[in-house]
């Protein structure tokens, strides 16, 4: 690859992923799932996602010593992502992701973090020398993503942060970060404004959201697009129709294209739109990893119009 160098860390975990007709109610057994298991975790999918939109991806991460963790390790390998910063730790298991998924391509997932627990934002630090971005989520230990960001700080890389699943940020970690990418849930809890609503409109949870500390913020809002806020306003960039199948890791692949467009150097109309018409892509397909579209399909499924770029 010779796109831009983009450092992502984060969880790699293997997804259980169970079919099923409605989610069960509480102490409720159904009987009618269709099971299968994917490569996933926050990280390693937004580093796919990243390096099949053309980024040059160096992947940070922590899996156990066993065959889970050696297969997953071997698959990020085959995308083409460096993966000299994937730890092997002993003692740990792989983590394991138990995913829930309607026939509508609604989910509910419960993930055991296992190895992620211990990544190392030494070696993230070690990785960020002539990278034009830092992607993190939250599925690694909280007190690693403030590291991380203070690190990208110091050399001067763009961070990207996924707020993803919502955890309570630090003031200093979210004045660190560049872009702040959630969906409308996370804004709401980052905001502590109750999710029954009324809530404020999408760019207005986004300008709330900038004072926390981000520079921009993207809110990604499922059927409706996604929004980005700026000093200089908002954008609203509008769904992509699509069948979907399974929205496992839609977030997953609006985020990694994302970022690989910013670092890239493309503007937020452009990333934006691109993200979007990804995620919407990665809900034709069953799976994590195995949803995530590469760019010739994403741009000949939605071609950029005249004047907006790719």
Known sequence: MSGPVLVVAGSVNLDLVLR??????PGETLGDAVFASFPGGKGANQAVAAARMGARVRFVGAVGADL???????????????VSGLAELGGLPTGVAS???RRDGENQIVVAAGANAGLDPAAVAERLDGAAGLL????????AVAECVRAAVRAGVPVVLNAAPAKELAPEVLAGVDTLIVNRGEALQLLRLPPAGPYPEPAELAARLRRLGPSRVVVTLGGEGAVWRDGEGAIHQPPFRVEALDATAAG?????????????GAGPAAALRLACAAGALACTVPGAQPSLPRREAVLRRFAPPPGVGS
């Not at 297969?71 to 992502?81: D, M, N, P, Q, W």
């Open 20 to 25: 099923v007709s409605r989610f069960p109610r």
């Open 99 to 101: 995913i829930l998924v």
């Open 252 to 264: 997953d692949a609006f985020t990694g294209a994302f970022a690989a467009e910013l670092a890239a």
């Open 68 to 82: 889970h963790g050696r297969e997953l390790r071997a698959g990020l390998a085959r995308e083409g992502i460096d």
């Open 136 to 143: 993190l989520q939250l599925e690694v230990p909280l007190p």
